[in-house]
């Protein structure tokens, strides 16, 4: 299959990493400045009363917002995309943009505790209903739909346990059903790696927080799809809620992503290796990274993937509170929300991104107390290594 | 302290280390946790960001609320106050707002099951009357986008509060400046930053003021939930405007007076709406609730072929949607603002296809002045 993709219509196609590149230069002409403006305005001086040259107020459209947009919609493989001011209000337009009071919603099990909370405690005010099924388990899927169930919302890998989800089957199975559409939340790979639209899915959402931007330095969300009717309605309920990204965190995004497939490279390989040393370490009880032979899903990550990713979770041989104590022993190993950024970063999920979900229910997903997410960075490998090492001999003086 | 002084003297760089004179922009994702399963004064800056809060302090201490909250835009913020809401409730608003609210009210909420109700608020007794048991919001502009209408926010206030209902009031073309709705009684006051807060056509902007800890933590909640906070460095340029809100204002009103009186005086022009002239029929509650009449004004010239006219034929006065800014703007609201607002609604509000809104900036008086007086001697 080929990736190459025309930057414009007209417009000959080019790989992902030029494309990442020069996907908006058709915007460039008028200073020849080699970076794109930053349109800082709220507003833009019509012709005459109701002629605009495309813009009219920064929270429909925005020249700088656009131009990252074309940039993920180059990636994404699609016609457009749609920025927004987080990953969250992406997700969040979306359900208020495409449900309506009495619709049904299945969501993987295992997903990222801000969606839960946006179903559990904002959406379901609004008589939007919902069921968590393990998306993973196709017949389980087909079961979940009812007659009201508008949309499957996927999370693949999952967070933080890794867990996969086949998107050309889910895709199949919505299909199957009236009215049934598949969106994937697919931050952990972006499209580069796994793009969900060619397996099927109708909308691709991202957090560009995370690898698109690549820098910790933006809050940000997209989506994309091919259904031109369902974004302009998507465009159109952004317009009326206000969720448009703001022009500087859409130009800083437009910086990261030019680097996204050399950073997605580095990151999936110091991945690997990390990975595999932490599997052979006495002290380390389990890994979940699909790259690994032992991964029971290493399968469908080979079929649907290009490459395993940057994230891998970890449980050690040992009690919540020394697993806690290693965490902060780390000196490169940054804890903190978030992920996909040049630094590494490590998390505690069950007291973070998944504080909201019930013990038995976290235990249930392999969301252990004790579970240590790893968001793998740019660092030298050999110095992350070198990191942890030092770190188990702090807590457990060397080797078991 | 008075107002002017409040404006530049607080504190905007708590706890950093080297007491810079301008609010540092914290531009990033994440922060450090200082225990591996616990959490400092800040995350994530979808949740909580150094920058914005000391923005949100701001707004708060100028409004005179426990605690402010700012959106990515004014938007942004309605949408998040109609989320206080529930599938069964009611939006009981006046006939007079913003586009942006009304296409809000009219595509979105009905579909999470929430209804609006429009009423003429100008009468208090009427929103008295109207309030029904399914009723949990009453939404307001004063002065009213486009037609500066003045309604009377305390006695409003107080007859929704004796039946337990909220109050929201979109306070964009005051400014804490020169209204302040809590005081009056209001529950919530809406700003759209990207007016007068900011000021100067660079930021998309919003904010929600409360005075009462349990509706800011509801309204904190869903900040953080539905992810639309204003990002660090448009709350940096919003901190940055607001130390000239005064200076801002008072040029901007002092002119708009001048051109209201200018206007009422001009025999091609049949109404001036501008709650700072004494003829205006909201002049006396205008003054008991606010500090003037503001520099947003509209004006009728006989038919919609001229008002085109006008507003494309004036120099200074730039066809653009929004005001408040330090540039002069000039719109034909039926057909930018409010373009959005369905035809039938327009038609059954009054909202003249001829009406033309200025919002007045900080240009020399006299110039905006012949700038408008050559346009009208095109008509």
Not at chain 1, 107 to 136: K, N, P
Not at chain 2, 11 to 38: G, L, N
Not at chain 2, 56 to 68: M, N, P, S, V, Y
Not at chain 2, 146 to 164: N, T, V
Request: proline share 5%; charged share 20%.
């Amino acid at each position: 299959m080929s990736d190459r993709v025309p930057a414009t219509p007209e417009g000959p196609a080019f790989q992902p990493s030029t494309l990442v590149i020069h996907s908006n230069r058709v915007y460039e002409s008028q200073s020849n400045s080699i970076l794109f403006p930053v349109h800082q305005t709220a507003t833009y001086i019509h012709e005459s009363v109701g002629v605009t040259k495309g813009y009219g107020y920064s929270r429909g459209a925005n020249p700088t917002v656009n131009a990252l947009e074309q940039s993920i919609a180059a990636i994404e493989g699609s016609a457009q995309a749609l920025c927004f001011r987080s990953g969250m209000a992406a997700i969040s337009t979306l359900c208020f943009g495409l449900l309506k009071a009495g619709d049904h919603v299945i969501l993987s099990e295992v997903i990222y505790g801000g969606t839960t909370r946006l179903f559990e405690q904002v959406l379901t005010h609004f008589d939007v209903e919902y069921d968590f099924i393990d998306t993973a388990d196709l017949e389980a899927v087909e079961r979940g739909i009812k007659p009201n169930t508008r949309l499957i919302f996927a999370e693949t890998p999952a967070n933080p346990t890794l867990r996969l989800s086949d998107v050309k089957a889910l895709a199949e199975i919505a299909h199957r059903h009236e009215n049934v559409l598949l969106g994937v939340d697919n931050t952990f790979l972006t499209p580069l790696l796994q793009n969900c639209l060619n397996l099927g899915a109708d909308i691709s959402m991202l957090s560009t927080t995370k690898y698109i931007d690549g820098h910790n330095a933006t809050i940000g969300g997209s989506l994309a799809s091919h259904d031109v009717e369902m974004m302009e309605r998507l465009r159109f309920v952004r317009k009326i809620i206000g969720t448009i990204q703001a022009p500087q965190d859409a130009w800083l995004t437009i910086q990261g992503i030019k680097t996204l497939p050399a950073r997605l490279a580095m990151h999936c390989s110091h991945a690997g290796q990390i990975a595999e040393w932490l599997e052979k370490h006495p002290r380390v009880a389990k890994v979940y990274y699909p790259g690994l032979q032992s991964f029971p899903q290493r399968p469908l990550a080979v079929k649907q993937q290009k490459a395993f990713g940057g994230m891998l979770s970890f449980e050690l041989d040992a009690t919540t509170e020394q697993s806690l104590r290693f965490m902060k022993a780390l000196k490169l190993c940054t804890c903190a929300e978030s992920l996909g950024s040049v630094e590494t970063l490590i998390t505690n999920p069950a007291t973070a991104s998944h504080c909201d979900l019930t013990v038995e229910l976290r235990e249930r997903l392999g969301i252990s107390d004790r579970l240590i997410r790893l968001s793998v960075g740019l660092e030298s490998p050999i110095d992350l290594i070198a990191d942890f090492e030092q770190a188990f001999e702090v807590i457990f003086g060397g080797a078991k | 302290m008075k107002f002017a002084t409040k404006l530049v003297h607080y504190d905007v760089s708590p706890k950093d280390p080297y007491s810079p004179m301008s609010t540092p922009i914290y531009q990033t994702a994440t922060f450090e946790q200082e225990h591996a399963d616990s959490f400092g004064e800040y995350d994530y800056t979808r949740s909580g960001n150094p920058t914005r809060r000391v923005l949100e302090d701001q707004i708060a201490a100028l409004e005179g609320g426990c605690r402010a909250f700012c959106f990515t835009s004014g938007m942004a913020a309605i949408s998040n106050v109609t989320h206080l809401l529930q599938a069964g409730d009611e939006i009981l608003a006046d006939w007079d707002l913003y586009g942006g609210a009304t296409r809000l009210f009219g595509e979105v909420m009905p579909r999470a099951g929430v209804t609006v109700r429009y009423v003429d608020a100008s009468d208090p007794e009427r929103v008295a009357e109207a309030i029904s048991a399914a009723t949990k919001m009453v939404y307001l502009e004063s002065p009213t986008n486009p037609l500066l209408r003045i309604l009377d926010l305390e006695a409003i206030a107080k007859a929704a509060k004796a039946r337990g209902v909220l109050v929201c009031v979109d306070s964009s073309t005051m400014s804490p400046y020169l209204q302040n709705p809590l005081a009056l009684g209001a529950d919530i006051v809406m700003h759209s930053a990207t007016k007068f807060l900011s000021g100067h056509s660079d930021v998309m902007g919003g904010a929600l003021v409360v005075k009462d800890e349990e509706l800011a933590r509801r309204i904190y909640f869903l900040q953080n939930a539905e992810g639309n906070a204003l990002s660090p460095f448009d709350c940096y340029l919003v901190l940055r405007g607001m130390k000239t809100l005064k200076l801002r204002m008072d040029a901007q009103q002092a002119n708009a007076v001048r051109i209201a009186a200018y206007l009422a005086g001009h025999a091609k022009v049949s109404a001036v709406h501008y709650p700072g002239l004494a003829t205006h029929p909201g002049y006396g509650v205008q003054m008991r609730q606010a500090r003037g009449g503001g520099s947003v004004l509209s004006f009728s010239v006989g038919s919609p072929e001229a008002a085109k006219t006008i507003a494309e034929k004036t120099a200074l006065f730039k066809i653009a949607v929004s005001f408040g800014s330090v540039n002069s703007t000039i719109s034909v609201p039926v057909k930018m603002s409010h373009a959005s607002t369905p035809l039938a609604l327009k038609e059954a509000r009054g909202i003249p296809a001829e009406l033309i809104r200025l919002s007045v900036g900080i240009e020399d008086g006299d110039e905006l002045i012949a700038d408008l007086a050559a346009a009208l001697e095109l008509i």
